[in-house]
């Protein structure tokens, strides 16, 4: 098991103050996120751009049609994008995508496509700048979009400074 100071749990509560949050879960969630996922796989899209080119991307549909497991409160998780990409017949909770959804799930398999046939995820639609920390794509509905603040929107940097 993990232990946590209690200067590091101090430090953690200052970075994800309850108060700039819906409830204690949305905060719970959000830091849970930024350290073991969101942050993470930007560490790795850095070591990775050294060395081929890579395309970062970030779901951020919140009110992405669950197919296993209801989600409370409702937030964009690990594989909360895989409907958007597959038909999941066999999932257990089948809830229609909306147009909006349907809109970024058709840009979602061109990019994927494009990516397979090419190594480039572009379209005429939707340029993927190459990775850099302030280049990553928001999957967004209806359409995708770059983004340049994820690193501050995750607190990459108080991860980093463990």
């Known amino acids: 098991m993990l232990s946590v100071t209690d200067a590091r ?7 994800y103050p309850l108060n700039a949050y819906a409830s204690p879960d949305v905060a719970f ?11 993470t796989a930007l560490q790795m899209d850095a070591w990775l751009s050294r060395r081929a080119s890579t395309f970062a991307y970030e779901f951020n549909d919140d ?3 669950w197919r296993y497991a209801p989600i409370d409160p409702p937030v964009a998780t690990h594989l909360s994008e895989l409907p958007y990409i597959f038909d999941l017949p066999d999932a257990p909770i089948q809830v229609p995508l909306n147009l909006d959804q349907e809109a970024l799930a058709a840009s979602m398999r061109t990019s994927w496509a494009n ?24 999957l967004v509905p209806p ?13 990459c940097s108080f991860w980093a400074a463990r």
């Open 115 to 138: 990516f397979a046939a090419s190594g480039d995820p572009s379209s005429a639609a939707l340029t993927w700048a190459s990775f850099d920390v302030a280049h990553v794509v928001s």
């Open 9 to 15: 749990a101090a430090a953690i509560a200052a970075e």
């Open 63 to 65: 009110a992405a049609p």
């Open 29 to 39: 969630s959000a830091l849970v996120g930024d350290a073991n996922f969101a942050c």
């Open 143 to 155: 359409q995708p979009q770059g983004e340049t603040d994820f690193a501050s929107r995750h607190h």
